[in-house]
């Protein structure tokens, strides 16, 4: 049997969600795609420079980033803030909490910064990192949930009609391998997109 990690590819983006605090302890969760060096124990995340992810990073230095199967909570995480956050477990001899319910989790303290461009690149060290459930496996419409997830943080930005057709599409990946949960988080996303674009659209806009 082998011994290598399933993310011993540093190369990879692996899309997870990520959990810190403000210095008050106020937490957030956020889906984010970092770069994963598990035998460096190193992690490099690129967060945008607005989001609270980053302003909570750089306030107190820790993390903790969970790789999952539950695309339901990366979508509704993607495009709101999730209040209260799922049910937390204490992460042994730390002072820090990580997911119930995730496939592994890396305990995170950063490193440093570089600045350049509208997201800054965080080097972190891997402190602890653990075990927790199997991942479901390959499935297409947990992909298109992601895929959706990431289109709904961009309205605005890419063109309706993009939006539209590639919503479209994925729509078929969940129709013909998704279970409820994933039919429910596209609805969700389908839903989120279509209020976004009508109160930005130039007939709402004074
Ligand atoms: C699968 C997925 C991966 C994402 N990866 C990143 C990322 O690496 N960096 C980033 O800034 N935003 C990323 N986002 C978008 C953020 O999750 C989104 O902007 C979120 O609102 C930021 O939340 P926050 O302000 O609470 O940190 C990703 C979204 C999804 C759905």
């Not at 002072?95 to 592994?104: M, Q």
């Not at 298109?144 to 289109?151: F, S």
């Not at 078929?172 to 209020?195: C, N, P």
Request: overall charge negative.
């Amino acid at each position: 049997m082998s011994n290598v990690d399933c993310v011993d590819q540093s190369d990879l983006v692996i899309e997870g969600l990520l959990t810190t605090s403000d210095s008050s302890g106020d937490a957030n969760l956020s889906p984010m795609g970092p770069r994963i060096d598990i035998p460096r124990k190193k992690m490099v995340l690129r967060p945008f420079k607005t989001s609270r992810s980053y302003a909570n990073l750089i306030e107190t230095k820790s993390g903790v980033f969970h790789i999952t199967d539950d695309v339901n909570l990366i979508a509704r995480a993607a495009v709101g803030s999730i209040n209260p956050l799922p049910e937390m477990v204490p992460i042994i001899d730390t002072d820090a909490e990580r997911l119930r319910d995730t496939c592994r989790w890396f305990l995170l303290e950063l490193v440093s910064i570089e600045q350049e461009g509208e997201r800054a690149t965080l080097n972190l060290d891997i402190l602890k990192m653990g075990r927790v459930r199997d991942f479901t496996g390959f499935n297409r419409a947990k992909h298109a949930v992601i895929e959706a997830a990431i289109l709904a943080t961009r309205v605005g930005i890419l063109p309706d009609s993009e939006i539209t057709s590639q919503m479209e599409m994925l729509r078929s990946w969940v129709d013909k391998t998704g279970g409820i949960s994933e039919h429910d988080a596209y609805s969700f996303l389908q839903q989120f997109i279509t209020r976004k674009t009508k109160s930005l659209s130039p007939i709402n806009v004074r």
